[in-house]
């Protein structure tokens, strides 16, 4: 029995003096990825918060529609809060208008967009907006605001929409947020 429990822990010992001479892959380069996303601010605040807090026109993007990262991530927020539903998957357009064209129904710029997804239609209409545009519209814009997290969301899935806006570059921001009363 000690023969075989001494011999059990010669092999042992023999084993990695064996796997040493096998030869060893090379090291895996490093994947690169994509650059990441800057973190939200950290006074974000509710959508319907910075709404309030904020004086109509003054409501700005911080963020580009030409940084990967944030495109990116605005298309995984408009995703996930189930954007896509009622406008498609990348903004074409369903029972809602599509994002991508020339047509912005209450205006482009960043304050009016930023209020009207989160109020939606009918609370904007109350504050005075009026449509300058139309499409084939089936519904309504539903408040978002109690639904989405934060504002930075907001501001990211915004940047996303104006990634894939398709019209003319002279429209991509709408009218200006004077010319909505």
Same mark, same amino acid.
């Given at each position: 029995?000690?023969?075989? =429990?001494?011999?059990?822990?010669?092999?042992?010992? @023999?084993?990695?003096?064996?796997?040493? /001479?096998?030869?060893? #892959?090379? $090291? !895996?380069?490093?994947?690169? =990825?994509?650059?990441?996303?800057?973190?939200?601010? @950290?006074?974000?605040?509710?959508?319907? /918060?910075?709404?309030? #807090?904020? $004086? !109509?026109?003054?409501?700005?993007?911080?963020?580009?529609?030409?940084?990967?990262?944030?495109?990116?991530?605005?298309?995984?927020?408009?995703?996930?809060?189930?954007?896509?539903?009622?406008?498609?998957?990348?903004?074409?357009?369903?029972?809602?208008?599509?994002?991508?064209?020339?047509?912005?129904?209450?205006?482009?710029?960043?304050?009016?967009?930023?209020?009207?997804?989160?109020?939606?239609?009918?609370?904007?209409?109350?504050?005075?907006?009026?449509?300058?545009?139309?499409?084939?519209?089936?519904?309504?814009?539903?408040?978002?605001?109690?639904?989405?997290?934060?504002?930075?969301?907001?501001?990211?899935?915004?940047?996303?929409?104006?990634?894939?806006?398709?019209?003319?570059?002279?429209?991509?921001?709408?009218?200006?947020?004077?010319?909505?009363?």
């Amino acid at each position: 029995m000690a023969k075989c =429990a001494l011999l059990s822990c010669f092999f042992l010992l @023999a084993i990695p003096a064996l796997s040493a /001479d096998e030869p060893k #892959a090379p $090291p !895996k380069a490093p994947s690169v =990825a994509p650059p990441a996303a800057p973190p939200a601010p @950290a006074n974000g605040m509710k959508p319907e /918060d910075r709404v309030e #807090a904020t $004086p !109509k026109g003054q409501l700005k993007n911080p963020y580009t529609d030409d940084n990967a990262a944030i495109v990116e991530a605005g298309h995984k927020l408009y995703m996930g809060y189930g954007c896509n539903g009622c406008h498609g998957g990348n903004g074409g357009g369903g029972i809602c208008p599509p994002l991508i064209n020339d047509t912005w129904v209450y205006g482009g710029d960043d304050d009016t967009l930023f209020r009207l997804v989160t109020l939606g239609s009918d609370v904007l209409q109350s504050k005075g907006y009026t449509r300058i545009g139309m499409e084939n519209v089936v519904a309504p814009m539903p408040p978002m605001g109690p639904i989405i997290a934060a504002d930075d969301d907001l501001w990211r899935i915004l940047a996303f929409i104006r990634a894939n806006f398709r019209g003319a570059p002279e429209n991509k921001f709408g009218q200006a947020p004077e010319a909505n009363p």
